[in-house]
C-alpha cells in the first residue's frame, strides 16, 4: 500500500471517530434532556403555587355555582360598544356571557364605592318589577331610600316641588328604564352608580356594575351581595343576611347548563 493510500485511510478513519464522537455527545444530551422531561412531569404545579395565590383565586364572594343559579352572568343578545369589554363570550343561542371572575370584581368595587356614602345621602332608583323586592330588602336593611315602579321626575332638580330632596348619590338598575334618575343626577352634576346589563350604554355613568339586570334571581344576588358588603362597611348592626331574603325559592334554583 502506497504512502498516498495509507494517508486516505487515516484521514476517512479519524472522520468516522470524530462523527462516532459527536454522535455519542448527541446522545448523552438527549439522554439528560430526557431526565429533565421526566422530572418535570413529576412537579404538582399546584404544590409551586404559593397558599395565599391559590386562596386568593379561590375568594369569590359566593361561590361560583351561586352565580351560575342567579343567572348574573347571562347578557342579552345585544352587545354595546360600553359593554363590550365585560363580555367573555356568546353561547350557541346568541346571549352574550358575562366575565364571572370580572362580575365578582366589580360588584365588591361597585359595593366600596357605595359605602363611602351615608343612607341618607343616597337614593336607589328601580322601575324594573324584577327588581322591586331585592331593592326594597335592600333600602328596609341599608336605611337608603328607594323608588320603585315609579320615580317621580324632577324631584333632585325642581326645589318647588313639595317632595324635592338632595342627595349625593343616585343608584339605578337600569340605565334606559331609570333613565329619568339618570337624566336627573346628570342635569346638577351627581354621580351615579348603575348596574348595567350588554344592552346598556353608559353615558353620564359614574360606577358601572355589569350584570343581568332583567332577572329578578340575578338582582337579587346583586343586591345581596351590596347590602352585606354595605352593612359591613358602614358598621350596620344587622342580622344575618340570607340570599333567600332577596330571591324568591331561591333553594329550588339550579344553575343553567
Known amino acids: 500500500m502506497t504512502n498516498k493510500n495509507k494517508d486516505t485511510k487515516g484521514i476517512e478513519e479519524e472522520k468516522k471517530d470524530s462523527k462516532k464522537d459527536k454522535l455519542a455527545k448527541i446522545l ?4 439528560k434532556l430526557k431526565e429533565k422531561v421526566e422530572d418535570a412531569e413529576d ?47 356568546r353561547r350557541a343561542d346568541g346571549l352574550a356571557v358575562f366575565n364571572t371572575a370580572l362580575l365578582d370584581d366589580l360588584i365588591r368595587e361597585g359595593a ?5 356614602f351615608d343612607p341618607k345621602d343616597v337614593i336607589v332608583v328601580c ?39 338632595e342627595t349625593e348619590l343616585v343608584f339605578i338598575c337600569d340605565p334606559w328604564l331609570d333613565k329619568n334618575a339618570l337624566n336627573d343626577a346628570s342635569r346638577i352634576k351627581i354621580p351615579v352608580l348603575s348596574i348595567c346589563d350588554t344592552n346598556n350604554f353608559t353615558q353620564n355613568i359614574t360606577k358601572v356594575i355589569p350584570g343581568n339586570n332583567k332577572s329578578a334571581k340575578s338582582l337579587g344576588m346583586i343586591f345581596y351581595l351590596l347590602t352585606k358588603i354595605y352593612t359591613r362597611n358602614r358598621g350596620l348592626n344587622v342580622e344575618e343576611l340570607k340570599i333567600q331574603d332577596f330571591v324568591d325559592d331561591w333553594d329550588n334554583l339550579m344553575p343553567p347548563k
Do not use: C
Not at 448523552?28 to 439522554?31: C, D, L, P, S, V
Not at 404544590?47 to 355555582?65: H, Y
Open 43 to 89: 412537579i404538582d404545579l399546584k404544590k409551586k403555587v404559593k397558599p395565599e395565590e391559590e386562596e386568593k383565586k379561590k375568594e369569590t364572594l359566593v361561590p361560583m355555582e351561586d352565580y351560575l343559579k342567579s343567572s348574573m352572568h347571562l347578557g342579552t343578545r345585544v352587545i354595546t360598544p360600553d359593554m363590550r369589554k365585560y363580555v367573555y363570550r
Open 28 to 31: 448523552e444530551k438527549a439522554e
Open 127 to 165: 322601575k324594573r318589577e324584577a327588581g322591586w323586592k331585592a331593592v326594597q330588602k335592600f333600602a328596609e336593611i341599608t336605611g337608603i331610600r328607594a323608588f320603585t315602579k315609579k320615580y317621580p321626575a324632577g324631584i333632585l332638580t325642581n326645589t318647588i316641588l313639595e317632595d324635592f330632596i
Open 112 to 116: 366600596e364605592y357605595l359605602s363611602k
